[in-house]
DNA sequence: GAAATAGTGTCTCTAAGACAGTATGCT
DNA sequence: AGCATACTGTCTTAGAGACACTATTTC
């Protein structure tokens, strides 16, 4: 398992972290993607990452890489490892292993520019699987893409999206921006306000521009939700289906909290 | 998001994999574990692993562990990486990542000796997690038993724990030991033979000395169960097989979530 | 009033839990 | 025969999908 013999060399082996970041901005799921500054892949968009420095755990650079990607704190979001990419040509300089890393955040302020000249911003993730990135980032993506959905399924994580106070539509948009479809809302409602911990009433409403005001809520204690709230339905309603072709099919116009601070 | 300036070294990191291997005999979940020959942890059981080589991937690195350790075709089990564990403080000697892998095979014979003088053997996770191992890998060993139960109930790689042809019965024992509590018969049986995909007749049938005899199967195409077979149930049964001790020896730990590491 | 969204109620259907009852081998 | 296990059937209940209906706001 370790270090069996003090005259071999283990192999060089350089550690990096890459993240992908998650929120859901104007109905669309957005993944924060940086544009390479040098060779290779030079201008090609990638996922933020970076070293992991010595006297670290892999989530505190992480954490670290987040906060200098977008300023952002470590409360505020969910942090979980995705996976481990160990290809020996995914880098071509040389032996690099990287531990991507899945954040989601609610609706967060655009970027600060990152660490080095090059500037981060936030895609539509079917952007991103449709246009080509550097390494062998769309393959992490395609991964987190598919955690965060499954995530979705089985724990509360969607309220992490949220910006709270939330409406039960607000987690619902989440819900349909990630998933690429569209949910009863009658029996959305049903499925949320019934996961004891879930939800936390604040008594408090939201009052629209247009239609009946709805009641505000903050996350509950609950992380798992059981049973899961699978996504078997896809419901038929305009707008194409799920897969990665994701977003066109999202709430038209969501005039409820989602956007606001 | 790697290797960004040429003049900059990276901190130099060990990347090791280790194998959390799991059979069923006799009734109960047992893993593979190494007596340590040497410092630290000199005498202590561990999971076996090893250097990742240039060249290959974590993968290839923890197959091929997996065949020096057992002997065993890569073919004929179940191999998915679990998580990377990187306390800084995790390996004494210095700083060494390692990816776990969770394995998942049918019951082997009696593994033969390791790569090193290390003498490994099979022992119940029950009894594994009531003592002390090596490292963090009391830590690795939970997160590996939580992720088989897991994949138990969302896909049907418990037919990777039986020999072919075998019973429903014995698919059954298979999830009884990885649980720790019994299931019932029929309800179990209408589950996994509704399941299109997951069991294939083999036409043939086991006579066993006492009882009905039962048709013999071979896994079928499916790799997923949906709806997923969950562990809410925990049926109270007496019967001291291993399923009714099996139990209190999880505590709770939820790698699930919040990351980890 | 109309429009729009929030929220309630309810019917149906699937699938799981419980468990009775039948089948088929063995000694 | 008696026992043990395999297998079938059925009643009940939890929960999801579908969808009609009511409520509350702005214009």
């Known amino acids: 398992m370790t270090i069996e013999d003090a005259e ?28 390479r500054g040098i060779e290779p892949y030079l201008g090609y968009p990638a996922l933020p990452g970076g070293y992991i420095d010595k006297g670290e755990t892999l989530e505190e650079a992480a954490l670290r890489e987040l906060h200098e990607e977008t300023g952002l704190d470590a409360r505020t979001l969910h942090l979980e490892q995705l996976h481990a990419y160990s290809d020996p040509r995914r880098d071509p300089r040389g032996r690099v292993i990287t531990v991507a890393y899945l ?37 992490i993506l395609r991964d987190g ?24 539509s607000d987690l619902r948009h989440i819900y349909e921006a990630v998933w690429g479809f569209k949910l009863d809302p009658s029996n959305f409602r049903r499925k949320v306000t019934r996961t004891e911990g879930f939800l936390e009433p604040t008594g408090e409403r939201y009052v629209p521009q247009i239609g009946r005001p709805a009641l505000l809520y903050r996350r509950g204690n609950a992380a798992a939700l059981s049973p899961p709230l699978l996504r078997t339905s896809q419901l038929s309603s305009a707008g194409g289906n799920a897969a990665d072709r994701t977003m066109p099919l999202v709430p038209q116009e969501n005039a409820g909290l989602a956007g606001s601070d």
Chains 1, 2 share one sequence.
């Open 8 to 35: 071999w060399k283990p192999p060089i082996v350089t550690v990096t972290v890459d993240l992908v970041i998650f929120t859901v901005r104007d109905g669309d799921l957005q993944v924060l993607l940086i544009d």
């Open 103 to 139: 954040a989601l955040g609610p609706d967060l302020p655009v970027p600060v520019s990152g660490t080095d000249a090059a500037a981060a911003s936030w895609a539509p993730v079917s952007d991103a699987l449709a246009g080509r990135l550097a390494f062998d980032h769309a393959g």
């Open 145 to 168: 893409l598919e955690r965060a959905r499954s995530q979705l399924e089985h724990t509360t994580v969607a309220a992490a999206f949220c910006v709270e106070p939330f409406t039960i």
